[in-house]
């Protein structure tokens, strides 16, 4: 297995982690943004507040968008293990 190889799969793993990880933790962004907006608007300053808005956005998100991060994993996982020996070549 050449250097290049190893970094193509490396680079390929976190494009990956970035595809699942990236709409969850936009979510949870984009709402503590809005909520802190509100607390600044209303003068709440409640630290707690933010916590279940976030939580329940993230999962309906996870939700709305879980099958394509699983067939998103899936696919990268079936790839990695039918390209096995090719790269032990």
Known sequence: MTPETVMTIA???MLVCL???GPLLL???LLGLLISLFQAAT??????????????????VLIMIGPYLLQLI????????????????
């Open 11 to 13: 680079y390929q793993a």
């Open 19 to 21: 595809y699942l990880a």
């Open 27 to 29: 979510t949870a962004l």
């Open 43 to 60: 003068q709440i300053n409640e630290m707690t507040l933010s916590f279940i808005p976030k939580i329940l956005g993230v999962l309906a």
């Open 74 to 89: 899936i696919d990268f996982t079936t790839r990695l293990f039918t390209n096995i020996p090719i790269m032990i070549q």
